[in-house]
């Protein structure tokens, strides 16, 4: 009998252990991910849209899809929440216009160093770009969707846009 009592305590302890419904309990790793997994849609202020996206030493933007409308100003800040400095950790955000290929378009941002990432023999292809930021910094910049589409985004630091990009969907 107090066999199987222990027996049953047991179950019910290893039961409990394996199940984690509550987000209370969620690992930080998998609330990281679900940060960039978020749809953001431009706050309207003023007769423009604005727009925060921000990135972290984790080389992840806290949006893989922002939602805008053609025709009106976006204010796009982008904030490095991370501390890692430049060098090491830089982000930028560069809106390309639909028609790019965007892997073309990354492997010479890769060889621009000395423009921070920015191929100025393709400036024709980006909406618009912030500068490098390093952990703290942030940086806005105001532009205006003429047409509506798909227009992707991403960091052009090497070795960060296989993570850090995502689309803005211009209605």
């Known amino acids: 009998m107090k066999q199987s009592v222990l027996i049953f305590a047991i179950s019910c302890l290893l039961a409990s252990c394996g199940s984690n419904d509550s987000a209370d309990h969620q690992h930080p790793a998998a609330q990281t991910s679900n940060v960039n997994k978020a749809v953001l ?6 007769g423009r849209q604005v ?3 921000l990135a972290d030493d984790n080389m992840k ?9 053609a025709g009106m100003p976006v204010e796009l800040t982008l904030k490095h929440t991370g501390k890692a ?4 950790m830089g982000h ?10 965007v892997s073309d378009f990354v492997e010479r941002a890769n060889a621009a160093a000395a423009t921070d990432y920015i191929p100025e023999e393709l400036t024709g292809q980006i909406v ?3 500068r490098m930021l390093g952990g703290g910094e942030s940086d806005t910049r105001t532009f205006t969707f ?4 798909t227009y992707t985004f991403l960091c052009t630091f090497p070795g960060h846009s296989m993570i850090m990009k995502g689309k ?4």
């Open 92 to 101: 930028n955000v560069v809106i390309l216009r639909p028609d790019v290929v």
């Open 85 to 88: 400095p430049k060098v090491t």
């Open 146 to 149: 003429e047409k509506p589409g």
């Open 168 to 171: 803005f969907v211009v209605e």
């Open 41 to 46: 849609e431009a706050d309207v202020t003023d």
């Open 128 to 130: 618009v770009h912030t």
């Open 61 to 69: 933007f806290n949006a893989k899809e922002v939602k805008v409308k």
């Open 51 to 53: 727009v925060v996206l």
